[in-house]
C-alpha cells in the first residue's frame, strides 16, 4: 500500500512510523504510550495541506532518534475513531504518553513549529546538518565574526534558498559590514509568506537603522547642540542612534523616551516609532524590549 507522498506503509513493529487504523490502535497507539510518546496523524490522501505537513513531521520524527514514534490514519478510511477522538478535520496532530492525549494541533504548522511541537517530547531532538550550520553561524554571528557567519548563511542559503533564519542572518552580517545594498538584496528573497516573520521585521528594522546611522553628525556636535537648545529633538533623536550603534540600548532609549515625554507629536510621533523599531530588531521577548515598553507606557498614559 502506498500513500500520498509515495512511501511504503509496511511497517513492522519497531517501526518509528507507521500506518494504523481501528484494529491496530489500542497496541500502536494506547499501549505503546506507556513506554514512549505517539504522535497520532490524522490525514487524507486528498489534503494538499496534509501532503505539505506529512513531510514535515516525518522529518522531526526521525531526528527525534526513537524518542517520539508516529502513526498516520487515513481519515476517511477510519471515520469511526475520528468520530470517538473528536477529529473534525485534517490535517490533525494528537499526541499520546502513558495511554491518554497529553498535546495537540489542527491545519498546516510551519517546520520551526513542528519541531518545536515534537521537541515537547523529545529534548534531545538531533539537529539536521543544515540546523547545525546555522547554530554555527548564530555562534558566529555572536562572536561578531560577520565575514564568516555570512560565509556560512550563504551556503546554507544554496541549499534552502527560502530559509528565512538564514535570509536574517545574513542580512545581520552584511549590516555589520556596512554592505547595505546586498543586505537590501538579501531580504528581498524573503518569501511572501514570511514578510511579517518577527526576525525578518528584527532585520528590516536594523538595516533602516544603519541607513539612518550612516548619514549623521558627530555626537559631540549633537550633544552641543542639545546644550544650547533642550528642545532640539532632532540632536536628540541622532543620538539616540548613535548610542544604538554602540550597543548602549537603554541609553538610546532614553533620548527616545525623554523626546515622548517632551513632545509626543514631534515628526508625527517619530520617537515612539523608533523606538518600536529598536523592539523589532531586540525582540518582543527581549528584557530591553520588555522593560522599555513599560517605560514608554508610563509615559503614555500618565
Known sequence: MQNFDGANN????????KDTDMSTFMADVIEKSVAVPVLV???????????????IIEKFIHQAAGAVHMVRIDFEKNQQLAAQMKIQSVPTVVVFANQRPVDAFAGVKSEAEVKEFI???????????????????I????????????????????HEA?????????????????????????LGSTPKTEQNHAIILGARAALDVARQISE???ASVLEKAIEKDQNNHQARFDLSLIAWAKGEQDKASDYLLDIVARDR?????????QLVKFFEIA????????????????????
Open 216 to 218: 549623521l553628525e558627530d
Open 162 to 186: 527560502d530559509n528565512i533564519l538564514a535570509i536574517a542572518g545574513l542580512s545581520q552580517c552584511l549590516i555589520k559590514l556596512n554592505d547595505l545594498d546586498n543586505a537590501e538584496a538579501v
Open 41 to 55: 496523524s490524522f490525514y487524507s490522501q486528498w489534503s494538499e495541506n496534509c501532503k505539505k505537513l506529512t513531510p
Open 119 to 137: 521537541s515537547r517530547f523529545a529534548p534531545d531532538m538531533q539537529l539536521s546538518p543544515l540546523e547545525e550550520m546555522i547554530e554555527h553561524a
Open 10 to 17: 509496511a511497517g513492522t513493529a519497531e517501526s518509528i512510523i
Open 283 to 302: 525582540g518582543p521577548a527581549d528584557p530591553f524590549t520588555i522593560k522599555t515598553r513599560r517605560k514608554l507606557s508610563s509615559i503614555l498614559f500618565s
Open 139 to 158: 555562534l558566529l554571528l555572536d562572536e561578531k565574526n560577520y565575514q564568516e557567519a555570512a560565509g556560512l548563511y550563504s551556503q546554507i542559503l544554496q
Open 265 to 273: 507629536g514631534w515628526h508625527e510621533d517619530g520617537a515612539r516609532k
